[in-house]
């Protein structure tokens, strides 16, 4: 079974895929490191409240959205 982390790395993946979005372009917007957004992605990192919300504002959607599907 996959743990919440990588449950929510595979939907920000998914999102970013869906945009057409490179992950080292994301990154730049999120203002992440490549490798901590390949990190959050495989979910291996564990990602801040703050974090979260600058994913979700770099994705033009709330945080609920962000969270729908988990």
Not at 7 to 22: K, P
Not at 35 to 45: A, K, Q
Not at 47 to 69: P, T, V
């Amino acid at each position: 079974m996959k743990t919440l982390r990588q449950t929510f790395g595979v939907r920000v993946r998914q999102l970013r895929l869906e945009r057409g979005i490179s992950q080292e372009d994301f990154a730049d917007t999120c203002g992440f490191a490549r490798s901590y957004m390949s990190r959050i992605e495989r979910g291996t990192s564990n990602l801040s409240l703050d974090g979260i919300e600058r994913l979700a504002a770099a994705f033009g959607i709330s945080i609920e959205e962000l969270f729908k599907k988990l």
